[in-house]
């Protein structure tokens, strides 16, 4: 692979860019229709990827295969999504805030990374910086004008980069920089791979909420609480991508196997039969 790093990104990515840009939950955004639950959701999300992302950038500050991007000024997001926490959540926000099994995956595939693979720590640092400079700054006005917020930016921290004057010129640099990182093509092949995974890591997670919201919608007994408000304060448990969704589990109290079903019809045909001689 010969290709620079951030052309290899950019084309390899390309396709589930466009896969994240027309997940149900970013084509509504996209519309202005994002609710504010929706938005609270899915930045309490945003807010444990960021501190698993950045804990894991602070361990590898001086590792050389990620110094070259350690940018923490102008590009960390944690002390902002606090901000934006305290706005949403009240005084409370760190025992309020939901922690969704999808968010839970991506926290747990950073901490991987940062542990174990940090050569593959540009892949995820790239995938959300590089999308938050670009798409972002789109989705912010959006939700500015959807939700009705002050044009001073209180509850949009995150979106707001105080320290970048100038977003293309600044991704230009970044890009440079993940250019000059020294990288065999093995290396270089295993971080595109690792940003394909990130991007996939995000759309689960905008399916996983839209599902929320959806049940939620559908959950409409007065007296009953809102799906969201019981998700939020606890942990939900984790769960793996094949796991059934929450609240659509057990469809069935009978298990599905045909084999089980087969026998369980033939007991039946022969008690019926017997019960038929018997009366005879
Ligand atoms: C509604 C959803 C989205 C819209 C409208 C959007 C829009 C854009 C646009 C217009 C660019 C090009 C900027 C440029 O070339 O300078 C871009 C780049 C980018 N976006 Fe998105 N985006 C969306 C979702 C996402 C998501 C979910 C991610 C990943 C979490 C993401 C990650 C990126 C990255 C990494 C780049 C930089 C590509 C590069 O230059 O190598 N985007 N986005």
Do not use: C
């Amino acid at each position: 692979m010969s290709q620079d790093l951030s052309e290899a990104l950019k084309e390899a990515t390309k396709e589930v860019h466009a896969q994240a840009e027309n997940v149900e939950f970013m084509k509504n955004f996209q519309k202005g229709q994002v609710t504010q639950e929706g938005f609270k959701l899915v930045m309490a999300s945003l807010y444990h990827i960021y501190v698993a992302l950045e804990e894991e950038i602070e361990r590898n500050r001086e590792n050389p295969v990620y110094s070259p991007l350690y940018f923490p000024e102008e590009l960390h997001r944690t002390a902002a999504l606090e901000q934006d926490m305290a706005f949403w959540y009240g005084p409370s926000w760190q025992q309020a805030i939901p922690y969704t099994a999808a968010t839970r995956r991506y926290v747990r595939r950073l901490h991987t990374v940062g542990h174990t693979e940090p050569e593959l720590l540009v892949a995820h640092a790239y995938t959300r910086y590089l999308g938050d400079l670009s798409g972002g700054q789109v989705l912010k006005k959006i939700a500015q004008k959807a939700l009705d917020l002050p044009s001073s930016g209180e509850g949009l921290a995150f979106f707001t980069f105080p320290n970048i004057a100038n977003a293309t010129k600044f991704k230009q640099l970044y890009r440079a920089r993940m250019n000059s990182l020294d990288m065999t093509p093995e290396v270089k092949h295993r971080v595109v791979e690792e940003a394909k995974t990130a991007f996939l890591l995000n759309i689960q997670l905008f399916e996983e909420l839209q599902q929320l919201l959806t049940l939620d919608t559908a959950d409409q007994r007065p007296s009953t609480p809102p799906g969201l408000q019981r998700l939020a304060g606890h942990r939900v448990p984790e769960t793996t991508p094949t796991e059934v969704p929450r609240g659509k589990a057990a469809l069935s109290l009978l298990p599905q196997s045909p084999v089980f079903r087969w026998v369980l019809t033939l007991s039946f045909l022969v008690a019926t039969v017997a019960v038929g001689l018997y009366a005879i």
